[in-house]
């Protein structure tokens, strides 16, 4: 009798480890892998102040890096609230600060993350609102675009 194998699609859609909460869990724990799980291989997510959004996980990945490599991780970054709908969205909101830079002194901010979800619980969709304007100045000054 033959057996026939079916190949394995490395992008056949696995559930994230932690489910809706996979962003924030990866984010607490600086869990790069875990954080790329999160996100369905076409997200895309709106930050200000760019008009485009940021598509793919991978390039998701790299810009989440890069901003937590400026406020550091630890440091004063925490989630301060989250909230989920009957819909299955979720929001999550943070406060950090921006580090200084020349005659910019810091800057305390927060952001809401909106999220949307695909059947799997992965990430779809982020959209980024962060208040005040002098925070998204700032980062612009340590290179976030």
């Known amino acids: 009798m033959d057996v026939k194998k079916t190949p394995v699609d490395p992008?056949?859609?696995?559930?994230?480890?932690?489910?809706?909460?996979?962003?924030?869990?990866?984010?607490e724990r600086g869990d790069w892998e875990l954080l790329?799980?999160?996100?369905?291989?076409?997200?895309k997510i709106f930050v200000p102040p760019q008009i485009e959004p940021i598509v793919g996980r991978d390039a998701i990945v790299a810009f989440l890096n890069k901003i937590i490599t400026v406020?550091?991780?630890?440091?004063?970054?925490?989630?301060?609230h989250e909230l989920d709908d009957a819909q299955g969205h979720?929001?999550?909101?943070?406060?950090?600060?921006?580090?200084?830079?020349?005659?910019?002194?810091?800057?305390?901010?927060t952001t809401t993350d909106l999220f949307e979800f695909d059947e799997y619980d992965?990430?779809?969709?982020?959209?980024?609102?962060?208040?005040p304007i002098q925070a998204l100045l700032l980062l612009q000054k340590h290179g976030i675009r």
Do not use: L
């Open 71 to 80: 406020f550091g991780h630890g440091g004063d970054f925490g989630f301060t």
């Open 36 to 43: 790329r799980a999160a996100f369905a291989p076409d997200a």
């Open 11 to 27: 992008e056949v859609p696995k559930r994230p480890a932690e489910g809706k909460n996979s962003y924030r869990r990866a984010i």
């Open 122 to 131: 992965r990430i779809t969709t982020m959209s980024a609102m962060t208040r």
């Open 90 to 109: 979720k929001a999550i909101v943070f406060a950090a600060t921006v580090p200084g830079k020349g005659e910019d002194p810091p800057v305390r901010f």
